[in-house]
């Protein structure tokens, strides 16, 4: 699972984004690249598969955009050299959710610096992911509509996502 970690950026990302976007979206580069390291540096003997849930595309679909002309084209190029050396997933299964429940979900969540996000930064970065998924051809998506699922709270949600996923794109 993706290590949540208090990013001293985010908080502040929010309340003035052009200004935090490129520190913040490193910091989670960072973070993410190391998290990876560690998990896929040692496979597990017992396992054919890993299961993450984010691969480290996701810093750069944000980083496109949060982070505008010199400093994108840097994030880039540090993106693409630390990305090189991670392997690239046989799926990606990307959980569909629509804007309202987002927000709801961001509102569960309880973190105080995220109950002001825009509906138009949501967007932005579903749009981000979507653009993503048409431009890479090497990895099968999967795209789940999970607005009609509780899979956290709803085991019956949870096997059908399970089912969905390892019956029908099973290696």
């Given amino acids: ?8 950026f985010l908080p502040k990302f ?12 490193l910091s989670f580069l960072a973070s993410r690249y190391q998290q990876l390291q560690k998990e896929l540096g040692a496979p597990d003997l017992f396992s054919d598969f890993t299961i993450a849930d984010y691969f480290i595309d ?10 505008k002309g010199d400093e994108l084209n840097l994030y880039s190029r540090l993106f693409y050299i630390i990305s ?3 392997p690239r997933p046989d799926l990606l299964v990307f959980l569909y959710l629509d804007i309202p429940h987002l927000k709801d979900n961001i509102a569960m969540r309880g973190r105080s ?11 932005a970065i579903q749009s981000g992911y979507f653009d993503y998924f048409k431009q890479i051809s090497e990895i099968p998506i999967l795209i789940i509509d999970t607005n009609d699922m509780d899979f956290v709270k709803k085991e019956s949600d949870y096997e059908y996502l399970l089912d969905i996923i390892f019956q029908e794109h099973s290696p």
């Fill in 58 to 67: 996701k810093s750069y679909i944000f980083a496109r955009q949060t982070i």
């Fill in 84 to 86: 090189s050396n991670l």
């Fill in 113 to 123: 610096y995220e109950q002001n996000i825009q509906c138009s930064y949501l967007e």
């Fill in 14 to 25: 929010y309340k003035s984004p052009e200004k935090y976007a490129f520190p913040l979206e």
């Fill in 1 to 8: 699972l993706e290590q949540f970690e208090d990013n001293p």
